[in-house]
């Protein structure tokens, strides 16, 4: 049986980058995979996210996106990095077994550094951090997009690392990117992003959808709106995409609002469950999640104190 593991930063409202990339496979193949996970990263949060008030509510918002989009408390187990504190245990003993020079090469860290902003200590071992969360559970397959892509293979590197100083410990685990999602685009084309303000929300009202579809940057000079094809074709397969988009040719303004009620067809139901599920609710699953997430976690990070020396 293997072991699907994935997460998200509760750092703003959930988008269809996010949805596509981790959340639609995670929901998809839990069929399959009864025995997987799905956490809300709030440690990781925190490396840019200083705002209690905000992160509390982002935490409950984002398990009740999971929730609304479908993912089955049942067969999955929902919960928040913070409820197992071996998470972070674990990533300072990753951290003792990686080297600066490997961890300066995280494009996070490079690309903050790169703007001349700083970096805190903690965005710097962030990655170690997401090696724990994958390795602590003997994790086989992470769903994530493009941008993931890295920090799973630094999550094989330090278990391959653990292994061979201690050995063989964990599974070194594999990314699942596919290829029609790895990189979402957002409104003006670059990859959507909560901090690049191009997102199309994924819990968004009829209103915030129309709003930002409307703004997606077209371009004249192809035979179609680029923009605003690579996320419709998200939406819309095959022939039916392609006969929309030769019959209104040029059309930029009908082709939108067919993506307008593509979007919002997708969207709709979840939308209704979403506003159904209660603080309460999110809260009591997060809790139960978290216990049964604490319980794995607990096994495993025995087995690593004893070959570490620290259990006496
Ligand atoms: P985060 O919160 O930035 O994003 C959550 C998931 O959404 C994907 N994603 C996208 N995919 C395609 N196109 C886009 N435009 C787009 N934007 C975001 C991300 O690739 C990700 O899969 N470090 C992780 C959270 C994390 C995690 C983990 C993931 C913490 N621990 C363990 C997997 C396993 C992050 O910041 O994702």
Redesign the pocket.
């Known amino acids: 049986m293997q072991r699907l593991?994935?997460?998200?930063?509760p750092?703003g409202a959930l988008h269809i980058?996010?949805y596509?990339?981790?959340l639609k496979p995670m929901i998809e193949l839990s069929q399959e995979f009864p025995d997987s996970m799905l956490?809300v990263?709030d440690y990781?949060a925190l490396t840019s996210l200083k705002d209690a008030a905000e992160l509390r509510a982002n935490i409950i918002e984002v398990g009740r996106d999971f929730l609304a989009a479908g993912v089955d408390p049942q067969t999955s187990i929902i919960f928040k990095q913070s409820d197992v504190p071996d998470h972070t245990e674990l990533a300072w003993i990753f951290q003792t077994l990686v080297s600066v020079p490997f961890l300066q090469q995280a494009h996070a860290y490079k690309d903050k550094v790169a703007k001349g902003l700083e970096a805190n200590a903690g965005l710097f071992a962030y990655p170690m951090l997401?090696a724990a969360?994958?390795l602590l559970y003997d994790s086989d397959i992470?769903p994530?997009?493009?941008?993931?892509r890295q920090?799973v293979e630094y999550a094989r590197e330090a278990a391959a690392k653990f292994n061979h100083a201690y050995g063989e410990t964990f599974k070194e685990p594999r990314e699942r990117i596919l290829d029609a999602?790895?990189?979402?685009p957002g409104t003006d084309g670059k990859?959507?992003?909560k901090s690049y303000g191009n997102t199309i929300p994924l819990f968004g009202s009829k209103d915030e959808i129309a709003k930002a579809v409307m703004s997606i940057v077209t371009d004249s000079s192809g035979d179609k709106p680029e923009n605003v094809y690579a996320i419709h074709k998200l939406f819309r397969h095959g022939e039916s995409l392609e006969n929309l988009y030769a019959e209104h040719k040029g059309s930029y303004k009908t082709l939108k609002e067919a993506l307008i009620e593509d979007i919002d067809a997708l969207v709709a139901p979840m939308r209704a469950r979403h506003e159904a599920i209660t603080d309460e609710e999110v809260k009591l699953i997060l809790v139960k999640g978290g216990e049964r997430a604490r319980e794995r976690a607990q096994t495993k990070m025995a087995a690593v104190r004893e070959v570490i020396g620290v259990a006496i």
């Open positions: 593991f994935t997460g998200l930063q750092s980058g996010n596509f990339a981790a956490m990263a990781h997401m969360d994958i992470v994530v997009g493009a941008d993931q920090h999602i790895a990189t979402v990859k959507m992003s």
